[in-house]
T-cell receptor, first 111, second 113 residues
Framework: DAKTTQPPSMDCAEGRAANLPCNHSTISGNEYVYWYRQIHSQGPQYIIHGLKNNETNEMASLIITEDRKSSTLILPHATLRDTAVYYCIVRDSGGYQKVTFGTGTKLQVIP | DTGVSQNPRHKITKRGQNVTFRCDPISEHNRLYWYRQTLGQGPEFLTYFQNEAQLEKSRLLSDRFSAERPKGSFSTLEIQRTEQGDSAMYLC???????????FGPGTRLTVT
């Protein structure tokens, strides 16, 4: 799986949009971008994934650049409950698909 | 609750003892994964099952570790002769098949004294 690079930490004001960047410059054509988050003392939670088109669900939006070398996870209206570590992961669609986590971005939502 | 469950949630044991953790995946998910997470790090892959077959083991899984999924439903992870370095959160995840996201349980926190 391709390696990803994320900032170690970010702050966001409550009610504002949180934009979490991820670089994956070595991504290959059949690799998807996945985002998970881990709230303190809980297991990771799947958020969203995409291949090349932008994606939106009830939790977040995923914007993938045209060259697919970077992406941004957007939480449109951050709440205190969104404080967590956010992991950007690149995974092949084939195989057994173990998830290779990095150290992620610690997002602190500030009241 | 139809999510992934893990038991126990916390385990404190003395060095040298054996411990066993259980994971119950989401019903009908045929893929089951074990991960280990230490403080400040992301989860690290340990092993993977498709139904009852163990198809991959990480180098992290030393001879003291063994995992089973005897009937393709729940799974157990056993650690023999525990060491202080085994202290970590042990996470289980399941997925319904290829290309699908994984659903994680709450984890079992192991402390070896």
């Amino acid at each position: 799986d391709a390696k990803t690079t994320q900032p170690p930490s970010m702050d966001c004001a409550e009610g504002r949009a949180a934009n979490l960047p991820c670089n994956h410059s070595t991504i290959s054509g059949n690799e998807y971008v996945y985002w998970y988050r881990q709230i303190h003392s809980q297991g990771p939670q799947y958020i969203i994934h995409g291949l090349k088109n932008n994606e939106t669900n009830e939790m977040a939006s995923l914007i993938i650049t045209e060259d697919r070398k970077s992406s941004t996870l957007i939480l449109p209206h951050a709440t205190l409950r969104d404080t967590a570590v956010y992991y950007c992961i690149v995974r092949d669609s084939g195989g057994y698909q173990k998830v290779t986590f990095g150290t992620g971005t610690k997002l602190q939502v500030i009241p | 609750d139809t999510g992934v469950s893990q038991n126990p949630r916390h385990k404190i044991t003395k060095r040298g003892q054996n411990v066993t953790f259980r994971c119950d995946p989401i019903s009908e998910h045929n893929r089951l994964y074990w991960y280990r997470q230490t403080l400040g790090q992301g989860p690290e892959f340990l092993t993977y099952f498709q139904n009852e077959a163990q198809l991959e083991k990480s180098r992290l899984l030393s001879d003291r570790f063994s995992a089973e999924r005897p009937k393709g439903s729940f799974s157990t992870l056993e650690i023999q002769r525990t060491e202080q370095g085994d202290s970590a959160m042990y996470l289980c995840a399941s997925s319904p098949g290829r290309g699908n996201e994984q659903y994680f349980g709450p984890g079992t926190r192991l402390t070896v004294t």
